[in-house]
């Protein structure tokens, strides 16, 4: 079965970082470096909005609203992606998905707050 299970969510100060992680199960690390992997989240009261996303050479983009403040990457061998988020904004707060084009994971809580 094909899973992404995402981690690192928490409470944060603006100004702060976290590290989310997205861990992949149900298939090597050969098909996992094959996947376009993408970063979603959706705020309270909003629909699903794109972060960010990484191919399979480590091209990334991101969202004009994260440039410059969240960085996405990928190891292949422990098929894991990582979203790196630094100087956290109210704004910011959602809960934040990792996927592919065929599998979400169930999110997790990031909340920007003093």
């Known amino acids: 079965e094909v899973q992404l299970v995402e981690s690192g969510g928490g409470l944060v100060q603006p100004g702060g970082s976290l590290r989310l992680s997205c861990a992949a199960s149900?298939?090597?690390?050969?098909?996992?470096?094959?996947?376009?992997m993408m970063w979603f989240r959706q705020a309270p009261g909003k629909g699903l909005e794109w972060v960010s996303s990484i191919n399979r050479y480590g091209m990334t983009t991101s969202a004009d609203s994260v440039k410059g403040r969240f960085a996405i990457s990928r190891d292949n061998a422990k098929k894991t992606l990582y979203l790196q988020m630094n100087g956290l904004k109210p704004e910011d707060t959602a809960v934040y998905y990792c996927?592919?084009?065929?599998?979400r994971g169930q999110g997790t809580q990031v909340t920007v707050s003093s």
């Open positions: 996927a592919n084009p065929d599998t």
């Open positions: 149900g298939f090597t690390e050969i098909t996992f470096s094959t996947f376009v």
